[in-house]
Structures are given as structure tokens and as C-alpha cells.
């Protein structure tokens, strides 16, 4: 069992920048690829970023790559999302999610953990 508890959202104007953090609890974290997810009102939870168990890979969806990095301490069973450029269609609930199976997976259905979420609002 793992828990997963985003903190770091909050109100930003668009060109700024946060650094969103999922805590883990557990010793097991090292064992799970750790991803970054979102949802805007409306539409369906998008894939962003995923970092593998080592933290030696990452992947990043269009939508985030060049503007998000994923990061990860196993000492600190901590994940990280550091965004950058905001943009007012970056507002949504930001969600962590933890797979033990694959490693590098970028659908909703493959993670088995999931936080409750963080609110991210850019404002224009």
C-alpha cells in the first residue's frame, strides 16, 4: 500500500512558475514509476510526465515537455514537478500516481496509487 499526498498548488499568474511535490509513505517507493497527471473541469485526466523507479529516464507528454520537468529523491520518497511558462490552460487538479509494472507508463488505467490531488489556477 502506498500513499501519495501532492502539495505545492496554489495561484499563479501565466508566465510563472511552481514546483509541485508528492510525498510517499511507505519504503517501497523506489520500487514504482511515478507519474504526473492532470484534469481541468470537463475533460479527461491527461497524462504529463513519468520518471522510472532509478530516475534515470523520464518521458514527457507535448503538452509538458520543454516547460515541466519530473524529478525524483528516493531518500526523500519524494516526486516532483517543476513547471515553468505557465499558461491560464494550465489550470486543473495536478495529480501523482505510483505503478509497480511498467516503467515508464503514461495511461491512467496502469498506476495503481493515486494522490487527491493539488490545484493548480494560472491566472491571465
Known amino acids: 500500500q502506498v500513499q501519495l499526498v501532492e502539495s505545492g498548488g496554489g495561484l499563479v499568474q501565466a508566465g510563472g512558475s511552481l514546483r509541485l511535490s508528492c510525498a510517499a509513505s511507505?519504503?517501497?517507493?523506489?520500487?514504482?514509476?511515478m507519474g504526473w497527471f492532470r484534469q481541468a473541469p470537463g475533460k479527461d485526466r491527461e497524462f504529463l510526465a513519468v520518471?522510472?523507479?532509478?530516475?534515470?529516464?523520464?518521458y514527457y507528454a507535448v503538452s509538458a515537455k520543454g516547460r515541466f520537468t519530473i524529478s525524483r529523491d528516493n531518500a526523500r520518497n519524494t516526486v516532483y514537478l517543476q513547471m515553468t511558462s505557465l499558461k491560464p490552460e494550465d489550470t486543473a487538479i495536478y495529480y501523482c500516481?505510483?505503478?509497480?509494472?511498467?516503467?515508464?507508463?503514461?495511461?491512467?488505467?496502469?498506476?495503481?496509487?493515486w494522490g487527491q490531488g493539488t490545484q493548480v489556477t494560472v491566472s491571465s
Open positions: 520518471v522510472n523507479r532509478s530516475a534515470g529516464r523520464t
Open positions: 511507505g519504503r517501497t517507493f523506489s520500487s514504482y514509476a
Open positions: 500516481a505510483a505503478d509497480s509494472k511498467r516503467a515508464l507508463p503514461t495511461t491512467t488505467y496502469t498506476y495503481e496509487y
